[in-house]
């Protein structure tokens, strides 16, 4: 915690020389980013729903809404939100397909992460798995200093995963067609690279495109080498969501991938800027998506809201048509 500390007093030490209108263009590359993924996701969605309207600009707030809290919130609240919002807007649609349409995104978003990932890995740029326990992260940090309480979160997850997987075969009996519906968008593939694909090659595009604007703003070298370093790092960071956005773990890794591209204290003060930053505008955009849909502007109450929601007696019991 302490280096998350040091990086944010370097960060307001350098904050007089931060090109200001750098970070704007940051910013609207940021917002456009969350623009092509929920009109991604929009148009999964619709194709698993040919028969019922689905709103982008509901889908556009429910997004909105989610970064918003996954912002401030560890541990993915902001996709409970997220999906309760999408559900509320749209009248008939199921939880398990809404659950299931965020697979089809991964398609995309995992490959190319992993390509990144591959590439960084090759080049020799990540830190090396013996030097992980010491980096200067609190996410790393806690696990490699508690192995026992790692091994039994492990097998919890597993066991809820299982529980979760045989409830869903036995208790829902169209589980496996409202799997399916996710998918539809993919039938045929024409359709999925028509209709999603060009939308999330333009999101990734813009988070480049966002950190290019960062690393002038800093005064660090813009160049295509260090802006995928840098999206490496905050892939890498938000693996283990302990902390909001993987605080912490993300400068670490920043301070080892860009060694020699500028000193350490503007590496931090660039990393905690742009997060920062970031944060802010997901947090405000999430309260006015929250405002406009719920009413009020609490993300808290909004989480509560969410998770508070149950869905309608099992459709198997009650003898009625399947609906969450």
């Known amino acids: ?3 998350i500390l040091d990086a944010t007093a370097a960060f307001f030490d350098t904050l007089s020389s931060v090109d200001i209108g750098l970070v704007g263009l940051a910013i609207c590359c940021h917002l456009l980013k969350l623009a092509c993924t929920s009109r ?3 148009n ?3 194709a698993a729903y040919p028969g019922q309207e689905v709103p982008y600009r509901s889908v556009l707030a429910a997004y909105a809404a989610g970064v918003g809290v996954n912002a401030i919130i560890p541990a993915r609240a902001g996709d409970v939100v997220r999906l309760y919002l999408t559900h509320r807007a749209i009248p008939g649609a199921t939880y398990t397909t809404l659950v299931a349409s965020t697979a089809v995104l991964a398609v995309v978003d995992m490959t190319l992460a992993g390509l990144l990932f591959l590439w960084a890995l090759t080049q020799g740029l990540l830190p090396s798995l013996d030097s992980l326990p010491d980096l200067p992260a609190f996410d790393f940090g806690w696990l490699f200093g508690n192995p026992v309480a790692v091994q039994v979160l492990v097998v919890a997850v597993i066991v ?3 529980v979760l997987v045989v409830w869903a075969r036995y208790r829902i009996e169209d589980f496996q067609h409202r799997i399916g519906q996710a998918f539809a968008v993919m039938r045929p593939p024409s359709r999925w690279l028509r209709s999603v694909v060009p939308w999330q090659l333009a999101d990734w595009t813009l988070r480049l495109t966002t950190i290019w604007f960062f690393l002038g703003a800093f005064g660090i070298d813009q160049s295509v080498r260090n802006a995928l370093l840098v999206q ?3 892939s890498l960071a938000t693996l ?3 902390t909001p956005g993987g605080l912490g773990t993300e400068q670490a890794f920043l301070t080892v991938v860009l060694r020699g591209a500028a000193p350490s204290s503007t590496l931090l003060a660039f ?3 742009m997060r920062l930053t970031l944060t802010v505008v997901n947090v405000l955009v999430g309260i006015v998506a929250i405002g406009l849909t719920l009413g009020h502007v609490s993300l808290r109450r909004a989480v509560g809201d969410a998770r508070a929601a149950q869905p309608p007696p099992d459709p198997a019991e009650s003898g ?3 609906k969450d």
């Open 271 to 273: 990393s905690v800027g």
């Open 44 to 46: 999964v969605i619709a």
């Open 232 to 234: 490496v790092t905050l």
């Open 40 to 42: 991604a996701w929009r």
């Open 1 to 3: 915690m302490s280096r």
């Open 160 to 162: 809820v995963v299982v």
């Open 240 to 242: 283990v969501p302990a």
């Open 320 to 322: 009625s048509s399947p």
